[in-house]
């Protein structure tokens, strides 16, 4: 069967298909096994309400969920609800990312150095959330300061503790040495790294400075976002 918008939504390629919503209105299991349906069920049921419910479903994700919540730079929350800014790559490692490569897919920009401790951990983090969630249509890009030691990182991402997509921004022309990013950086009101940016499938940046270990639960919703919607600045 062709399906409907529905399955166009929840981008489903079999029937059946159980997807599974927690009270937060976040997809947390898409193809279910039906012999463990009633199980998952329960684990979410037996979860506490999350606290801002209603902004993760409605507004967009709760303050709580960013790093610095409601102090986080004012850059950041203004890029919310825009269009993706253009990026600036000097060197790639894995394939360039082209605009089909982004076409009605969430895409999850990580800003990190490579001498920060923190920014590895939360790389090797979403490197593993690449391989669960790309197949259901999550892309994810590691953006490199502009100073960056290339060869260490090749190593890094053949381990498989970086995004497999990755590149070194460009040096801000006529700027200082872009200790802190680059150009892209620039772009995306980053001044401090790590940073994560999660845009949705229509192109528009939903989450910028979130924590990473919220990423999965934003990028699950808006997988399940009619994206004609989300364009439109509506979340259904």
Known sequence: AAGGVSTKAFNLAFWPTYVIIDRAGIVRGAGLNPRHLEDAVKLLLA?????GAAAAAGNGPPSEWFYAGDRRPA???ALEGKPM????????LGAPLKPVDT???VVVLHFFASGNGPSMKQAASLAALEREMGPQG??????STADADWDPLKRIVA????PSRLFRDAPIEGGKPATAGGASAAAFGVRYVPCTIVVDRAGVVRAAGVRVDRVRAIAGKLLAENIKSAAAGTHE
């Open 75 to 77: 850059a950041l929350r």
């Open 47 to 51: 979860e506490p309400a999350p606290q």
């Open 103 to 105: 076409n009605d897919r």
């Open 138 to 143: 999550v892309v994810v890009v590691g953006v």
């Open 85 to 92: 800014p253009k990026l600036s790559a000097v060197q790639w």
């Open 159 to 162: 381990d498989g503790k970086l």
